[in-house]
């Protein structure tokens, strides 16, 4: 049953970045909400985390409807994020699409009001037709569904970018052997490509956030509006110049040949013809007039970078 006075959220993808982040952070507003985090395995070192800051963890899994009325039921809200990089789904784009379907449709029935869907745009629409990435193809399907087929009217769209914690989490960005200098290593992104960025941590989790705040006064404003939840475009060149003026340790960047999956590989030449989001000025008016406080690339690397690295 909800919680009298608080507004329950339904936070998918909970163990993840996305997911977690957003999860984390409603919970450090306990008389405002209470979160109930989806995940396949309750039992998880992740998942355990959670419970212990008061999340509710429920078992279920997107690729499963029948798992989902009761993870939905009773909630105000949703936070839905699928995760092509899960080894679930990652050779079948195909799933991530249905699963996002299938969310959409047991938010619908359990009657949620405010559903955020974490999505991309269309790789052949920002490419002019020059790539097709089943990545983004999925997600952007499922926008089309979300709002022209089943007309959710509960429904925001969160555009997200380029990660920041990927240089941590992923191993980005390292220490050289002698310990004098950094490297910046990525797959197939080259060095002038231009990337939206965004700290999920702190940014598309205060987006989230603001939304669902807003919503009950702003939802038709909101509705079916895309959001974009980064805060300034930036290179790799760019980024290895903040890291050297913070750290004061000489930065290269260097291209790997390929992530290891060819759909990646897709969507990463996607970026090198052009850019993240053509066109698309950051910050986004509307994730301002929000109220929310987004964060820069060098808060990232003082704040997170520096101390992963050793050298705070």
């Known amino acids: 049953m909800p919680t009298p006075g608080r507004k329950t959220v339904l936070v998918t993808g909970a163990t993840g970045n996305q997911g977690g982040s957003v ?17 396949r395995n309750p039992d998880s070192v992740p998942a355990r985390k959670l419970s212990a800051l008061g999340a509710h963890v429920v078992q279920g899994d997107l690729t499963d409807p029948s798992t989902l009325d009761g993870a939905f039921q009773d909630c105000w809200g949703a936070f839905v994020v699928t995760n092509f990089y899960d080894a679930k789904i990652q050779n079948d784009p195909s ?5 996002g379907r299938n969310a959409a449709l047991a938010a619908q029935r359990a009657g ?37 087929e089943l007309q959710l009217e509960s429904a925001v769209f969160v555009y ?40 999920v941590e702190k940014d598309l989790a205060g987006v989230a956030k603001a939304v669902f705040d807003n919503w009950e006064e702003r939802k038709e404003e909101l509705r079916w509006r895309h959001l974009y939840a980064m805060d300034a475009v930036h290179t790799p060149r760019e980024i290895c110049e903040v890291v050297h003026r913070v750290t004061g340790l000489p930065t290269k960047y260097v291209v790997l040949p ?32 929000l ?21 705070d």
């Open 23 to 39: 999860a984390k952070l409603l919970l450090q507003y306990p008389d405002e909400y209470v979160v109930r985090a989806l995940t």
């Open 95 to 99: 799933s991530e699409e249905q699963q």
């Open 112 to 148: 949620v009001s405010c559903f955020i869907w974490s999505t991309l745009p269309s790789s052949v629409a920002i490419s002019g037709g020059q790539v097709k990435c089943e990545i983004y193809e999925g997600k952007y399907r499922v926008d089309a569904f979300i709002r022209d």
């Open 160 to 199: 997200t970018g380029n990660f920041y914690e990927n240089m941590v989490l992923r191993g980005h960005v390292v220490r050289t052997e002698d310990g004098k200098g950094i490297e910046f290593r990525q797959p197939v992104i080259q060095e002038t490509t231009k990337l939206h960025m965004v700290w």
């Open 258 to 289: 390929t992530t290891g999956n060819a759909e990646r590989d897709i969507m990463f030449n996607l970026y090198n013809k052009t850019g993240t989001y053509p066109g698309v000025v950051l910050p986004d008016k509307h994730v301002l007039d």
């Open 291 to 311: 109220g929310v406080k987004l964060h820069s690339l060098e808060e990232f690397v003082k704040e997170r970078l520096v101390p992963h690295l050793g050298l």
